[in-house]
T-cell receptor, first 115, second 112 residues
Framework: EPEVTQTPSHQVTQMGQEVILRCVPI?????FYWYRQILGQKVEFLVS????????KSEIFDDQFSVERPDGSNFTLKIRSTKLEDSAMYFC?????????????FGPGTRLTVL | AQSVTQLGSHVSVSEGALVLLRCNYSSSVPPYLFWYVQYPNQGLQLLLKYTTGATLVKGINGFEAEFKKSETSFHLTKPSAHMSDAAEYFC??????????FGAGTRLAVHP
């Protein structure tokens, strides 16, 4: 069964460093998303991406964040200069259409720890 | 704007007992509602969804949920809990540009 994969599963970095979180969405999907979950808190939407551009971003997704689909398979989230408060689980998701009934398939997440 | 409230951050039931996880939503448009489950160290898996039509929705693993517009609720139920149901459950509503807006989650514990 096709699935969304994410690497690495756990990333530890120093404050101020750049990190890139990688995702491989399901191959025929066109819509891509990043969410994050700070420990003990709810899952929050960060950004949606379609046709090589951002569709919507939340207020969390400031200038320190960027997304890219560098090739036909990967979808990346970059944090330019990490802060302590960026420590969270980051989930990638994809769907095959923009229709409101379409299911988003989630990856297993990358746990980011900023020291 | 849409939002979701899940009542009860922790629910504990005995194996074989009824599972009831509560979700209330707020939406200015007809809502599309979802329940996701997260097992330890795994991603979110869709249990069921309500878009339009029948208000009682059946999902995987014996779960179902009923959309009640008058009560703005979408509670998740399972008649008989199994040990393997122990997980965290998230209710979500579809927002603009198809993003999901999640509740805070309910951790379900099942004891023998």
């Amino acid at each position: 069964e096709p699935e969304v994969t994410q690497t690495p599963s756990h990333q530890v970095t120093q404050m101020g460093q750049e990190v890139i979180l990688r995702c491989v969405p399901i191959s025929n999907h066109l819509y891509f998303y990043w969410y994050r979950q700070i420990l003990g808190q709810k899952v929050e939407f960060l950004v949606s991406f379609y046709n090589n551009e951002i569709s919507e971003k939340s207020e969390i997704f400031d200038d320190q964040f960027s997304v890219e689909r560098p090739d036909g398979s990967n979808f990346t989230l970059k944090i330019r200069s990490t802060k302590l408060e960026d420590s969270a689980m980051y989930f990638c998701a994809s769907s095959d259409g923009g229709g409101t009934g379409n299911e988003q398939f989630f990856g297993p997440g990358t746990r980011l720890t900023v020291l | 704007a849409q939002s979701v409230t899940q009542l009860g951050s922790h629910v504990s039931v005995s194996e074989g007992a009824l599972v009831l996880l509560r979700c209330n939503y707020s939406s200015s448009v007809p809502p599309y509602l979802f329940w996701y489950v997260q097992y330890p160290n795994q991603g979110l898996q869709l249990l069921l969804k309500y878009t339009t039509g029948a208000t009682l929705v059946k999902g995987i693993n014996g779960f179902e949920a009923e959309f009640k517009k008058s009560e703005t609720s979408f509670h998740l139920t399972k008649p008989s809990a199994h040990m393997s149901d122990a997980a965290e459950y998230f209710c979500a509503v579809r927002g603009g540009y198809n993003k999901l807006i999640f509740g805070a989650g309910t951790r379900l514990a099942v004891h023998p």
